[in-house]
């Protein structure tokens, strides 16, 4: 008789990772490489640093004569600083695009957000850290916040979620580049959004037609929402305005960033 061969066994899918598991991996992996990169994170620090000392002991006399400018300034410094943090996440993840990892990890049970959870959140991690760091070169050059407890809570929240922003904006960035190289070079282009806005002079010393651009763009109520948390000015409606334009950037980037991402996983 004529053995019938066995049907060939079909190796059993793998399962799925549930909870946050992958998001885990990948923010250590962020975190990581972050680490390794260590010229980066030096420069997201030391730039604005740089940016302090200039503007308080090169332009701060001219700018306001009493020596208090260091006060005014920190606020568009430390806006700064998340800006230049957030930047290099733009050329991670188009390194992860262009390099072919991102086809490797398609292959594994995650879900194709994690990567760049991963990414976002590092992010948020490594620029509080900067911050932090730009926060006490202030104090020693003679930054002297009012703010009690509450407000430097309230100013922290305010910052992580201009970096939460921010992030996300830059990772879309670096999902529709073509190349690490261009997503650095969009990212640069951001980076001068802050110098038009309240972070370095008062709005009413710029050119009416300037006033508006400054008055009406995101930057401005977030400066000036940590401002008047850190040094008691009058807040109006600005926490208004800079949570608002914060979440508008989130949605905006983070559905941009998930069309992005779904249209190169059909490329």
Do not use: K
Not at 47 to 58: A, G, N, Q
């Amino acid at each position: 008789m004529t053995a019938i061969a066995a049907p060939l066994a079909l190796p059993a899918p793998r399962p799925r990772i549930r909870g946050f598991g992958a998001e885990r991996v990948f923010v250590r992996r962020s975190l990581t490489q972050s680490l390794r990169d260590g010229e980066s994170l030096s420069m997201s620090i030391m730039l604005p640093v740089t940016l302090m000392l200039l503007f308080t002991f090169v332009f701060g006399g001219a700018l306001q004569s009493d020596g208090n400018y260091v006060d005014y300034v920190v606020p568009g410094i430390i806006l700064l600083c998340a800006g230049f943090g957030a930047a290099t996440t733009a050329t991670y993840v188009s390194r992860d695009m262009t390099t072919g990892i991102i086809d490797r990890f398609r292959t594994m049970p995650l879900r194709a957000g994690a990567v760049l959870t991963g990414h976002v959140v590092a992010s948020l991690v490594r620029n509080l850290v900067a911050t932090a760091v730009v926060i006490g070169v202030a104090l020693l050059l003679g930054f002297h916040p009012t703010a009690n407890i509450a407000g430097w809570i309230a100013a922290t929240a305010v910052i992580a979620l201009y970096i939460l922003a921010i992030t996300y904006l830059y990772a879309a960035i670096g999902l529709a580049a073509g190349s690490p190289e261009a997503a650095s070079g969009y990212g640069f282009i951001l980076m001068f959004v802050p110098y038009l806005s309240s972070a370095f002079v008062p709005i009413d010393t710029m050119p009416s037609w300037l006033q508006w651009i400054a008055t009406y763009q995101p930057v401005t109520p977030i400066i000036e929402t940590i401002r008047g948390l850190l040094m008691g000015t009058d807040l109006g409606t600005q926490p208004v305005w800079a949570l608002g334009w914060c979440v508008a950037i989130i949605a905006i980037a983070a559905l941009w960033g998930a069309w992005l991402f779904g249209r190169r996983r059909r490329a």
